[in-house]
């Protein structure tokens, strides 16, 4: 707010409530009312603001943690698209793997392919190791995993 | 509007100064109030601005922390397209399979986050 000079608008504003007013009386009420409404807006505002503290923060890492997973399984999501796209294209027309009648049999075999990895993974025993297939477990200082916990009791 | 009839009397013909006085301490009380208004509301615009400013701060920090990782995974995604682009058929399997591998180290390390 900036200060205005004798008769600014401001200075208006004010003659013009009190001239509206009833009587002196009105104008104190009204100042004393204003007052009271300043303090309440003033605690209000305070409120809100030691709120944004947390609130705000906790947003930020709320996007963060969609970012991330937004990256982890849309970057997976990505890949195996890219993957497709790169097979599709090296055995279609044009393509340095295109064998012609046999490209077909090609692109079933690229698919099936995939397909046995997929279920492969899924058919994996669950395992304790860190890396399975191997006799023995990376240790990860701090985190044990479920057969360590067995072995345990 | 002002009504200018109110400072006036006796049929126009005379100034009511009573009235006028009145309305001349009420517009000085009036810049009172507001200059007190105006006074507290700045006051606490201080530790309002400081508070704003604390959090931005945390929220830039958190945004910042928390979002690394989001960046570094997207990295390494990007990093691993041109070996799938340049496996040729087996690019599908490619694909798949860093997806997979990748997926099982999360959750492997998110198990045994969790034991």
Do not use: K
């Not at chain 2, 400072?7 to 009145?22: K, M, P, Q, Y």
């Not at chain 2, 087996?90 to 990748?102: K, M």
């Amino acid at each position: 707010m900036s200060a205005s000079g004798a008769g600014g608008p401001r200075v208006q504003d004010l003659f013009n409530r009190a001239a509206s007013a009833d009587s002196l009386g009105g104008v104190i009420f009204q100042g004393i009312g204003a007052i009271l409404l300043a303090v309440g807006t003033a605690i209000a505002s305070g409120v809100l603001s030691i709120a944004d503290v947390v609130i705000v923060p906790l947003n930020a890492l709320t996007g963060a943690a969609g970012q991330l997973i937004d990256a982890i399984f849309g970057g997976a999501a990505q890949i195996i698209d890219f993957g497709a796209i790169a097979t599709a294209l090296s055995i279609g027309p044009g393509g340095m793997f295109n064998l012609g009648p046999f490209s077909f049999a090609l692109g079933i075999g690229a698919v099936l392919l995939g397909l046995y990895v997929l279920i492969a993974y899924l058919s994996e025993e669950p395992t304790g190791n860190f890396v399975p297939g191997i006799p023995f477990d990376i240790p990860t200082p701090g985190f044990t995993g479920p057969e360590e916990d067995e072995e345990e009791n | 509007m002002v009504d200018w009839s109110q400072f006036l009397t006796n049929g126009g013909t005379r100034i009511d100064f009573g009235r006028v006085a009145e309305v001349g301490v009420g517009t000085v009380f009036g810049a009172v109030f507001t200059g007190i208004v105006s006074v507290l509301l700045g006051l606490v615009d201080i530790p309002l601005a400081l508070l704003g400013g604390l959090t931005n701060f945390l929220a830039s920090v958190v945004g910042i922390v928390a979002g690394l990782p989001a960046v570094i995974v997207e990295r390494g995604w990007t990093a691993a397209i041109p070996f799938v682009l340049d496996a040729g058929p087996a690019g599908y399997v490619a694909g798949l399979s860093i997806a997979l591998v990748t997926l099982y180290v999360i959750a492997q390390v998110v198990s045994r986050v969790r034991e």
